[in-house]
Structure formats: structure tokens, C-alpha cells
């Protein structure tokens, strides 16, 4: 085990609109601010190799051995030095023959970039298939992990294709492209129909692999796409933040023999979030609540999640109504309006977000500096004991939703709201859970708010 404590985190810059010169430039800065304060545990599938040695870590993307392009693409992204997962993971998956690899590093790390380097850099460009397939579990994310292939490939000539929904019609001729990013459900459905021929693919990626492998949730979707692989020669790539020990078996089947790089248990989320949470009386006075954090939803850009799409339908058309500007996100919307809300989100057009877990992973906005949980995350869905005393928390969805601000070393605040018995309990097993005090705020004194907002984003 090797342990870093290289300093914490410095402030992000202010958040407004940026041209994209101006977001090379942020990342620049940021690169030298993710010295983590973390440690990981580094397991080699071979046992002789030692996890420390300099091989197996790079302080320079240039000692990768990349392709000048691919070199030129990651330099024009902003990126000067890899983050410490980059650093960790990057000799392990590009060293040849191929490994699998099991990867975890807080959110907001730079895993994407780990793994579209790879895909980018393993693919034959000279051959018109797909070689490289990456699963996410939501469009959104697809739609994201795709615009860093297409950057990070800009100067490479390679093609991609999304298999979302909506993106092929009926009858479409068979894929040439070399990557291709989707969701499971609509890779699976390429591939039966034959528009998705895989006979030359090479690299599998699950981002969010926890939740793309849990076995209520996209599990049996993903395991059919892998079951339509070629056997034995593709490399299988998992990554998240969360690897809880219920799906921590099944992905080391997944993906045998894979190098392992693994967080502590209360290393899960990153120092730079500030959490808090304020004691609403009831479900109402959570909406009055959060309609007077307005003005300080909207300094930077926030999200708010809810544990359910009528929640969030709710609540935004109740804002609005009030003449409130605020959008509203979920997966009973349809595809092309999914798309145009979070573009326009993304893009600074609109500064508060209302939500459900759909985006609570992955999605990788700068400026969203304060987070909202209106809803905490909870289990036990199914039973439908929302208010229930027994709903457990869903402590990953917990730490991936806070993971939504705080990217890469910026500061971000989260905010839960906690209005019974049963959302105290869970909130407390969250804080035992993840080991980090989560500080109480009034809800009526918003100067405090403002104040303790303030000091947490300096
Ligand atoms: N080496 C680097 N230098 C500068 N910026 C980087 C570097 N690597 C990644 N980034 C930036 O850091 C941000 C977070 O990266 P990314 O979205 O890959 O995080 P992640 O670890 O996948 O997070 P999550 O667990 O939330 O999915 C992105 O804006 C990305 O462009």
C-alpha cells in the first residue's frame, strides 16, 4: 500500500461562462492541483510485478509511449501531467499483452481519460470496425465519455458511433466505426440486429461499473453484451468511484485476472466537497427552503436531485411558476429533449438543474459548485418505503451525486435536506458510512448559508 499526502485541494476559478480557451487554461492550472490526499492500493494480477516499481507509474504523459497525436490531442485538452489514477492506471493498460483492469479513484479524477486513451490507443485506424466498445449508464454520460474520444482523438483518424436511443433508425447499414460508446440496452440491440458486428472488438469498457454490473440494475444487460464478445481476447475495463462488496465478486468474474487499483473504505469521496445539511420541518418546507436558496443556487450552476421524476417535475414547475429559471432533467423525458436540456445546462444557459439519479454519476460539469439533496438517495425502492423508517441510503448513489461539484480539484458544496426520523437515520449511516462530518446549517439563517458557502468555495 502506498500512501500520498501531497496537499489538499485550491480553489477553483470563479465560476462563470468560459470560452473554451479559457477551460484549457483551468485545466492547465488544475492539473498540478490533483496531488491526492488519497491512497490506493495497487494488486498486479501477476504477483511477482511490484506495484511500486517506476514502471508501473508515470509522472509524464510523454513516458506513456503514445502516438504524437494522440500526445498532441491530450496536450490540446489542457492536460499537461496525468492525475494520479492516469499516472496508476495508464502503464497497466497499455502494456501489452493487454490486461483487464479494475479500477477506483474518487470522482472527478480523470478515469475517462485512463480509458478512452486506451481505447484510442489500441484501435487498428487502417480497419473499418468497431474495435472498442464502452457502456455507460445513461445518455447523458454516453454522450460525454464520447465528446473526450472525439478530443482526445482529434488529431488520430478515428471514427465513432453512438448506440444510444434514437441514434440509428431502422435498417441502418453496419457500423465502420472504429469506437462506439452506448448505453447496454441499445448495444445489445445494435448487435442482434447486426448493425454492430463484434467480431473485431478489443477493448470493453464499463464506466460506472459498479452500477453497470449490479444485478438489479443494468447487470444482465451488460453481461449479455459481453456475452456476444469475442472470448478470451478482449480487454475488459472496469471503472467508478464505488465498488461496493456486493458487486466487487462479480466484476473480478467479469474481468478475470485483472490489475486492481482500490480506494479505502473512507477514502470514497473527496476533501474539497464541504457537506452540509439543514433540518426542514416537513416535505413543504423543503420546497420553501430551497426556493430561498435561489440566489445562491444560481451564483455558480447547482443540481438538485430527487429521489423521483415526479418530484422533480414538481418542484421545477412550482419554481417556474414562481418566476424562477430552473430546468428539469430525468429518463421519462424523451431523447432529444434530454439532450437539449443538458447541453443547455452544460453550456451555462441554465443554472440549476433539477434532477433524478440519471445524472448522479459520471457527468463532469466545472462549474456546478453546489449540490443539492432534496431527496436523499435510498434503497429499498421496490417496497416503496420512501418515508419509511427501514429505507436504507444508497450510500454510493450518495457519493456519486455530491461528486457531481468539486471536479478535479475544484471546491463544491453539497447540501442535504433532512425533514424525519427516517431521513436523519439515513443521513447518519451516510456519515458513518463515508467517514466525513457532514455540518449542520439553520434553515433559517441564510447568511450563515452564504457564509459557510463562501468559506467552503474559497
Ligand atoms: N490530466 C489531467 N489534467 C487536467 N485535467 C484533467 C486531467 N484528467 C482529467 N481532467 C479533467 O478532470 C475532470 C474530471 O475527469 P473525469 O470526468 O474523467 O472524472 P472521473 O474520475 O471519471 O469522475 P466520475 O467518477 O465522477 O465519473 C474533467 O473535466 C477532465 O477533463
Redesign the pocket.
Known amino acids: 500500500m502506498e500512501k500520498d499526502a501531497d496537499g489538499f485541494y485550491t480553489p477553483a476559478p470563479a465560476a462563470k461562462e468560459k470560452t473554451p480557451e479559457q477551460s484549457v487554461e483551468d ?2 492550472a ?2 498540478d492541483l ?1 496531488k491526492s490526499t488519497f491512497e490506493v492500493s495497487v494488486t498486479l494480477a501477476d504477483q511477482q510485478g511490484d506495484p511500486n516499481s517506476p514502471l508501473h507509474s508515470v509522472k509524464t504523459f510523454e513516458q506513456l509511449g503514445l502516438h504524437a497525436d494522440l500526445l498532441k490531442g491530450i496536450f490540446a ?7 494520479k ?2 499516472e496508476r492506471a495508464l502503464p497497466l493498460l497499455l502494456s501489452n499483452p493487454p490486461q483487464n483492469m479494475i479500477g477506483q ?9 485512463a480509458f478512452v486513451l486506451t481505447m484510442l490507443s489500441r484501435v487498428d485506424f487502417s480497419k473499418n470496425k468497431p474495435q472498442a466498445l464502452c457502456l455507460a449508464p445513461a445518455r447523458e454520460l454516453a454522450r460525454q465519455i464520447m465528446s ?1 474520444v472525439v478530443a482526445m482523438g482529434k488529431y488520430t483518424p478515428v471514427q465513432t458511433e453512438y448506440a444510444i436511443k434514437d441514434n440509428l433508425p431502422r435498417g441502418a447499414a453496419p457500423i465502420t466505426a472504429h469506437i462506439v460508446v452506448g448505453t447496454p440496452g441499445t448495444m445489445t440491440d445494435l448487435i442482434r440486429r447486426k448493425v454492430l458486428d463484434v467480431s473485431e472488438v478489443k477493448v470493453f469498457v464499463l ?2 461499473a459498479d452500477n453497470m454490473l449490479d444485478q438489479d440494475g443494468l447487470g444482465e444487460q451488460t453481461l449479455r453484451v459481453k456475452n456476444m464478445l469475442p472470448r478470451n481476447s478482449v480487454q475488459i475495463i472496469l ?3 464505488t465498488f461496493p462488496d456486493h458487486v466487487r465478486n462479480f466484476a473480478s468474474k467479469f474481468a478475470p485476472s485483472a490489475n486492481k487499483i482500490e480506494l479505502k473504505k473512507n477514502e470514497l469521496s473527496v476533501d474539497n466537497i464541504r457537506q452540509f445539511y439543514m433540518d426542514c420541518r416537513n416535505e413543504e418546507h423543503k420546497y420553501e427552503v430551497l426556493v430561498s436558496l435561489y440566489h445562491l443556487l444560481t451564483i455558480g450552476q447547482s443540481i438538485i436531485f430527487c429521489q423521483h421524476r415526479h418530484t422533480a417535475d414538481r418542484i421545477s414547475q412550482r419554481m417556474t411558476a414562481e418566476g424562477h429559471k430552473v430546468a428539469s432533467l430525468h429518463g421519462a423525458k424523451d431523447a432529444a429533449e434530454r439532450d437539449a436540456i443538458i447541453d443547455g445546462f452544460r453550456e451555462g444557459r441554465n443554472k440549476v438543474l433539477i434532477t433524478t439519479n440519471v445524472i448522479a ?4 460539469i ?1 462549474q456546478v459548485n453546489m449540490v443539492v439533496n432534496y431527496d436523499l438517495p435510498f434503497l429499498n425502492e421496490r417496497d416503496n418505503s420512501a418515508n419509511k423508517e427501514d429505507a436504507r441510503p444508497d450510500i454510493e448513489t450518495y457519493i ?1 451525486r455530491i ?2 461539484t468539486g ?2 480539484g475544484r471546491k463544491g458544496i453539497s447540501v442535504n435536506f433532512v425533514h424525519d426520523k427516517a431521513t436523519w437515520a439515513q443521513m447518519e449511516q451516510i456519515e458513518a458510512a463515508t467517514g466525513k462530518h457532514i455540518i449542520r446549517i439553520a434553515t433559517n439563517d441564510l447568511d450563515e448559508m452564504e457564509e459557510q458557502m463562501k468559506k467552503a468555495l474559497k
Open positions: 485545466k492547465e488544475a492539473t490533483v485538452m489542457g492536460f499537461s501531467k496525468p492525475s489514477i492516469q479513484s474518487q470522482s472527478g479524477t480523470g478515469k475517462t481519460a473526450v464506466d460506472e471503472f467508478s468511484a454519476r459520471g457527468i463532469d466545472l456519486h461528486g457531481r471536479r478535479f
